[in-house]
């Protein structure tokens, strides 16, 4: 092992993924796909990304795109509103190393 700087911290990032339709997604009837806020942890983006993209997969879902919204600090720079339960999912996300799928919007055409 080699040493040299410690690992950065770990951060929460809010992530949109677009899924398509894939067989056993459970998506509703009739729908085309979806959206999924979701808060992951990861040292940077790339990170939060790449390990949202792999639980989804693993879940049976076909993530088509994601659009990072950046970390807690990068909302409330940017001037959004953040409310109490979405900071607990965030912190959720932070505390158990893992991604939280806080909505899922469907698609129908």
């Not at 729908?31 to 979701?38: D, E, F, H, K, N």
């Not at 990170?47 to 950046?70: C, F, I, M, Q």
Request: hydrophobic residues 40%; negative net charge; proline residues 6%.
């Amino acid at each position: 092992m080699t040493e040299g700087k410690p690992k950065p911290p770990q951060q929460v990032f809010t992530l949109v993924v677009e899924v398509g339709r894939k067989a056993g997604d459970g998506l509703p009837d009739k729908s085309t796909g979806a959206a999924l806020m979701c808060y992951a942890g990861g040292v940077d983006e790339a990170e939060a990304v790449r390990e949202t993209v792999a639980l989804l997969k693993a879940a049976d879902l076909a993530p088509l795109d994601v659009s990072g919204y950046g970390t807690l600090d990068d909302r409330l720079a940017g001037g959004e509103v953040i409310d109490d339960g979405e900071r607990a999912l965030m912190q959720r996300a932070l505390d158990e190393n893992s991604v939280v799928v806080a909505q899922m919007t469907p698609f129908f055409d």
